[in-house]
């Protein structure tokens, strides 16, 4: 269905996520949040998240494959507002545990990344170490298999909501499925946008560093969102 805007642009900003369950849950968690905030916006934008499912190897196949995507993802954003422009932006959120393997560093995708135009956002590890420093626990912690240190805090957040507490007000346990980390990512934005907001303030880089984090696209969707 075509939308109709005043504007004479559209501002389309598509992140582009390794992990196609929780990545997109984080992401999509925290766009629905901002989006149910009031906003005082100059142009009109629109943010989609697109997993990436088995498109890896951060080389020239990965860039090539998001290139292709990006050239229907503007199409189909023109008609949708009804012929508006469409100016694009685009982040690619990769994890760097496994980098190594395919023989390159964080430092050489976004060198990659960079010649195409795009942003590039590592997950130090993995998504879950990332997770892990949104929580209140110990940043010496922090390793490639944490899904039991993130559940242990998870355990002792809902603890100290007591035992009155009413389900719904609680984080749900951490778990890789699709389904599951929607409902941890929603509630986590909702419930304790505090952390989030403190995670992104302690964890965004310079300008200039050429490899980001998850926290800098988080704060772009705030910038986009204000």
Known sequence: MNQSVDSEAVHLALYYT????????LLEAQKRYLEGKPKN??????IKVVPLYGHHGYKEKLFDFIARDVVQQRADAKIRYGGCEVEVEVWVNVDA???SKYGVTPEDVARMAS????????NRENLEGEVLRMLP?????????CLK??????????QAKGKAANEAMKLPKYDKNGHASEIFFERL????????????ANNTTNDGTQVKTIADLLKRSMDLYP
């Open 18 to 25: 390794e992990d196609s369950s929780g990545g997109v849950a």
């Open 41 to 46: 916006l100059d142009f009109l934008t629109d």
């Open 97 to 99: 545990d496994k980098m």
């Open 115 to 122: 010649e195409y135009g795009y942003y590039l956002a590592v």
């Open 137 to 145: 626990s110990s940043q010496e912690s922090i390793s490639t298999s």
């Open 149 to 158: 240190k993130i559940n242990e805090v998870v355990f002792n957040l809902n």
């Open 189 to 200: 934005t909702v419930l304790y946008p505090d952390l989030l907001e403190q995670y992104i």
